[in-house]
């Protein structure tokens, strides 16, 4: 079939397909095809938080032109076209934090290397590994074999004069490691997105002596990371993570080249960490547009070919959940796969209690790290995602979203680059205000519901044990999706631990169970997610009423059952709670049900899918006394 003969049948397809679309949109619509606009489809057009469109269905018409290869410029598709499909990306884990034992900090290192890990990311400095115990916790280390990261912050120095030593003492002593440019290890120097972090770390000038130094060794030391992961733990979307992460990389070439370091010098000192959430196509595609972006910078620099810096991927602590935790797996393993797919050299996933207080689960820290590291072996060894380089290349969902979320990026960074630069956008507050705008899109999402977040938003489970009253809770430095809820959670369990219970709401249920079961669970699980127990005693008797209320020990009830049930029953179903001790009466339903009641006829508010729950569970907790 010729090329215009493929094009008309894809025309015809699409064409039948949104006759389709319509018929449907307008049967659920209630309204005549006629009505809807002259693409129904766009309906069906998901918006991001970047302004990108996420269309119902892609065809050859949404077709981009075919990247480049593997390891070829603009490094899309992988910056290795000779990467180990038998190995495939770097398994790594977080080693050192809250450690301060060398010996047992290279016990559990070495553990976690027989058991799959082939990439070390090392904690030092304070609450950590003392930096002159590296040498000690790296004993036994290949590291030709498995990578080191540094994490050291205002220690990076020290900690990056103890690992060079290493080197050179391993290397005199002849460690049999012929090619000295396999040993990989990256300083982890990041004072900008420290910076905006606000986590101490070196300077910019200390950052660049240590790439001086690096520059001129034999092994492969990268002294720059732009760590990425803070824009989006401060709310950013994945576009806006891009484009500051590229802005900061681009204010490091500045300094280096300025310190005499070539541009090929200064692009081989720079390493790039980016999250990977649960959303695994914007995973996919971030990382796949994050080496376009950067190879395009190096390419206006003129040094094309050095524009494919290594990338290392961490699941998104953001996404990290404090309550029913154990839906953490399913969202790392998503990430996991997002990272992995999308090309990460390394990947690193976090604990799935890395959100919890301490001592709260009845699991060990070497359970939740085996987790994590089996997730990745999982995905690696028994689905073989390694196999294949740039699985996702060709899709034209995935191809167009790269192409778009590159896009986006490239505009806020253009944008930085106009306010002079990152550090200077940092002193204007420009790249903080356009994060914060994003934060609350999202926050506003999750309040409403719009954005479910699964055990906390959506389907909480009220009997999971209460976390400790007043324990300090880890990434507390992180907008978390959850918090808003769970900090209403946090108020139900010192509630719980003062008064023995819950606090409590009455589910006043009217007409048969086919009628008001919809609404009542509805009801139930809205008042779960922030902490606030529903007593369903049934259908509603307005005779043993006042017997029901006084059992149920609360002042609060909600009305639940069918629109037409209200109009029949709701006035003096709500004047009957009132008789019998209810103050607050709240309608599961839309106001309109009750247009023409008045005074203490009407329900003091009305709860439906897309109120603003955060608000309004905040609102019923004062209202029932928790403080």
Same mark, same amino acid.
């Given at each position: 079939?010729?090329?215009?003969?493929?094009?008309?049948?894809?025309?015809?397809?699409?064409?039948?397909?949104?006759?389709?679309?319509?018929?449907?949109?307008?049967?659920?619509?209630?309204?005549?095809?006629?009505?809807?606009?002259?693409?129904?489809?766009?309906?069906?057009?998901?918006?991001?938080?970047?302004?990108?469109?996420?269309?119902?269905?892609?065809?050859?018409?949404?077709?981009?032109?075919?990247?480049?290869?593997?390891?070829?410029?603009?490094?899309?598709?992988?910056?290795?076209?000779?990467?180990?499909?038998?190995?495939?990306?770097?398994?790594?884990?977080?080693?050192?934090?809250?450690?301060?034992?060398?010996?047992?900090?290279?016990?559990?290192i070495l553990d976690g290397l027989e058991n799959g890990i082939s990439?070390?990311?090392?904690?030092?400095?304070?609450?950590?590994?003392?930096?002159?115990?590296?040498?000690?916790?790296?004993?036994?280390?290949?590291?030709?074999? %498995?990578?080191?990261?540094?994490?050291?912050?205002?220690?990076?120095?020290?900690?990056?004069?103890?690992?060079?030593?290493?080197?050179?003492?391993?290397?005199?002593?002849?460690?049999?490691?012929?090619?000295?440019?396999?040993?990989?290890?990256?300083?982890?120097?990041?004072?900008?997105?420290?910076?905006?972090?606000d986590r101490a770390d070196v300077d910019l000038a200390a950052a660049?002596?240590?790439?001086?130094?690096?520059?001129?060794?034999?092994?492969?030391?990268?002294?720059?990371?732009?760590?990425?992961?803070?824009?989006?733990? %401060?709310?950013?979307?994945?576009?806006?993570?891009?484009? %500051?992460?590229?802005? =900061?990389?681009?204010?490091?070439?500045?300094?280096?080249?300025?310190?005499? &370091?070539?541009?090929?010098?200064?692009?081989?000192?720079?390493?790039?960490?980016?999250?990977?959430?649960?959303?695994?196509?914007?995973?996919?595609?971030?990382?796949?547009?994050?080496?376009?972006?950067?190879?395009?910078?190096?390419?206006?620099?003129?040094?094309?070919?050095?524009?494919?810096?290594?990338?290392?991927?961490?699941?998104?602590?953001?996404?990290?959940?404090?309550?029913?935790?154990?839906?953490?797996?399913?969202?790392?393993?998503?990430?996991?796969?997002?990272?992995?797919?999308?090309?990460?050299?390394?990947?690193?996933?976090?604990?799935?209690?890395?959100?919890?207080?301490?001592?709260?689960?009845?699991?060990?820290?070497?359970?939740?790290?085996?987790?994590?590291?089996?997730?990745?072996?999982?995905?690696?060894?028994?689905?073989?995602?390694?196999?294949?380089?740039?699985?996702?290349?060709?899709?034209?969902?995935?191809?167009?979203?790269?192409a778009s979320i590159a896009a986006k990026a490239w505009e806020f960074?253009?944008?930085?680059?106009?306010?002079?630069?990152?550090?200077?956008?940092?002193?204007?507050?420009?790249?903080?205000?356009?994060?914060?705008?994003?934060?609350?899109?999202?926050?506003?999402?999750?309040?409403?519901?719009?954005?479910?977040?699964?055990?906390?938003?959506?389907?909480?489970?009220?009997?999971?044990?209460?976390?400790?009253?007043?324990?300090?809770?880890?990434?507390?430095?992180?907008?978390?999706?959850?918090?808003?809820?769970?900090?209403?959670? =946090?108020?139900?369990?010192?509630? &719980?631990?003062?008064?023995?219970?819950?606090?409590?709401?009455?589910?006043?249920?009217?007409?048969?169970?086919?009628?008001?079961?919809?609404?009542?669970?509805?009801?139930?699980?809205?008042?779960?997610?922030?902490?606030?127990?529903?007593?369903?005693?049934?259908?509603?008797?307005?005779?043993?009423?006042?017997?029901?209320?006084?059992?149920?020990?609360?002042?609060?009830?909600?009305?639940?059952?069918?629109?037409?049930?209200?109009?029949?029953?709701?006035?003096?179903?709500?004047?009957?709670?009132?008789?019998?001790?209810?103050? =607050?009466?709240?309608?599961?339903?839309?106001?309109?049900?009750?247009?023409?009641?008045?005074?203490?006829?009407?329900?003091?508010?009305?709860?439906?899918?897309?109120?603003? %729950?955060?608000?309004?569970?905040?609102?019923?907790?004062?209202?029932?006394?928790?403080?």
């Amino acid at each position: 079939m010729s090329h215009a003969s493929q094009a008309e049948a894809a025309a015809r397809d699409y064409a039948a397909w949104q006759q389709a679309v319509a018929a449907v949109l307008a049967k659920a619509r209630r309204v005549d095809v006629s009505e809807l606009p002259a693409e129904p489809e766009r309906l069906l057009d998901t918006p991001t938080y970047d302004g990108v469109t996420i269309a119902p269905l892609y065809t050859r018409r949404d077709e981009t032109a075919e990247t480049a290869l593997p390891g070829e410029f603009p490094f899309v598709r992988g910056r290795d076209a000779h990467r180990d499909v038998n190995r495939g990306w770097l398994v790594s884990a977080a080693f050192g934090a809250g450690e301060s034992d060398p010996a047992a900090t290279n016990q559990t290192i070495l553990d976690g290397l027989e058991n799959g890990i082939s990439a070390v990311w090392l904690s030092v400095g304070a609450d950590a590994l003392p930096a002159t115990g590296v040498a000690k916790a790296l004993e036994g280390v290949l590291l030709d074999l %498995a990578p080191l990261t540094l994490d050291a912050g205002a220690d990076t120095a020290a900690a990056a004069e103890q690992v060079l030593a290493l080197l050179d003492a391993r290397a005199a002593a002849g460690d049999g490691v012929t090619d000295r440019a396999a040993v990989t290890v990256s300083l982890g120097a990041a004072p900008l997105t420290s910076r905006f972090a606000d986590r101490a770390d070196v300077d910019l000038a200390a950052a660049v002596a240590l790439a001086q130094t690096a520059a001129g060794r034999d092994e492969t030391v990268r002294a720059l990371t732009v760590d990425g992961t803070v824009f989006h733990n %401060a709310g950013a979307s994945d576009a806006e993570e891009l484009g %500051a992460a590229i802005a =900061t990389g681009l204010e490091y070439l500045r300094a280096l080249t300025s310190a005499g &370091l070539t541009i090929s010098q200064a692009l081989g000192q720079v390493e790039f960490r980016f999250s990977a959430s649960d959303d695994q196509f914007q995973t996919i595609a971030k990382l796949r547009a994050g080496r376009q972006l950067w190879a395009r910078i190096a390419q206006v620099c003129g040094a094309s070919e050095f524009g494919g810096a290594p990338q290392h991927a961490v699941t998104s602590a953001a996404m990290m959940t404090q309550r029913d935790p154990w839906v953490n797996m399913l969202r790392t393993t998503l990430a996991a796969f997002g990272a992995g797919v999308g090309g990460a050299d390394s990947v690193t996933v976090l604990p799935f209690d890395a959100a919890v207080p301490a001592g709260t689960l009845e699991t060990s820290k070497s359970f939740a790290a085996r987790i994590a590291r089996n997730t990745q072996l999982l995905l690696l060894e028994e689905s073989h995602l390694g196999r294949v380089l740039d699985p996702a290349a060709g899709s034209w969902f995935v191809e167009d979203l790269t192409a778009s979320i590159a896009a986006k990026a490239w505009e806020f960074f253009q944008q930085i680059e106009a306010d002079g630069g990152f550090a200077a956008a940092l002193e204007s507050g420009l790249v903080a205000d356009r994060i914060a705008v994003t934060r609350a899109a999202r926050e506003s999402d999750i309040a409403h519901r719009k954005t479910a977040v699964t055990g906390v938003n959506e389907f909480p489970n009220l009997d999971e044990k209460p976390l400790p009253v007043g324990a300090s809770a880890p990434l507390d430095d992180v907008a978390r999706y959850g918090a808003a809820f769970e900090a209403l959670r =946090t108020r139900s369990d010192s509630y &719980l631990a003062e008064n023995g219970s819950r606090p409590k709401v009455l589910l006043a249920a009217l007409g048969s169970v086919a009628e008001h079961n919809g609404r009542t669970t509805f009801a139930s699980n809205l008042l779960a997610s922030g902490g606030i127990e529903a007593v369903n005693p049934g259908t509603l008797d307005l005779g043993t009423l006042p017997g029901v209320v006084r059992d149920a020990g609360t002042t609060v009830a909600v009305l639940c059952g069918t629109d037409k049930r209200y109009g029949t029953d709701g006035v003096p179903a709500v004047d009957a709670l009132r008789a019998a001790g209810i103050e =607050t009466v709240l309608l599961a339903g839309p106001e309109k049900t009750f247009a023409d009641a008045e005074g203490s006829d009407r329900p003091d508010g009305f709860l439906t899918a897309r109120i603003d %729950a955060v608000s309004a569970l905040s609102g019923l907790l004062d209202t029932l006394g928790v403080k």
